[in-house]
């Protein structure tokens, strides 16, 4: 059985940062891409990032472009993003997932597999 833990999360004033994890059991870590999502309030799921099954290539949506920074441990199976410059329009519940295969097809939900519950991300401003 798969597992798709996040962890990290919480209240930031209006630049401030935050850092979120995840951590899964179950799959081979190293085979598989992984990305976060994210649905703010009154918004859709969008997808924010997503890494590469050995880290080589990054995908940024154009709305975290130079603010958000993500990496992964295949060791550990865990995967980070590390949130800078954040705005109040980042607050949302951000979501984990394995993508189907080892590249970044793109940030569609389609494009992953199993998901984690969500951590909360509030800004205030």
């Known amino acids: 059985q798969v597992e798709v833990v996040e962890s990290g999360g919480g209240l930031v004033q209006a630049g401030g940062s935050l850092n979120v994890s995840c951590t899964t059991s179950?799959?081979?870590?190293?085979?598989?891409?992984m990305g976060w999502f994210r649905q703010t309030p009154g918004g859709e799921r969008e997808g924010v990032v997503c890494i590469s099954a050995l880290g080589g290539i990054k995908d940024y949506a154009g709305f975290v472009k130079g603010r958000f920074t993500i990496s992964r441990d295949n060791a550990k199976n865990t995967f980070y993003m590390q949130m800078n410059s954040l705005k109040p329009e980042d607050t949302g519940i951000y979501y984990c997932a394995t993508g189907k295969s080892s590249s970044c097809v793109n940030l569609r939900e389609t494009t992953f597999r199993y998901w984690g519950q969500g951590t909360q991300v509030t800004v205030s401003s």
């Open positions: 179950g799959l081979n870590f190293d085979q598989f891409a």
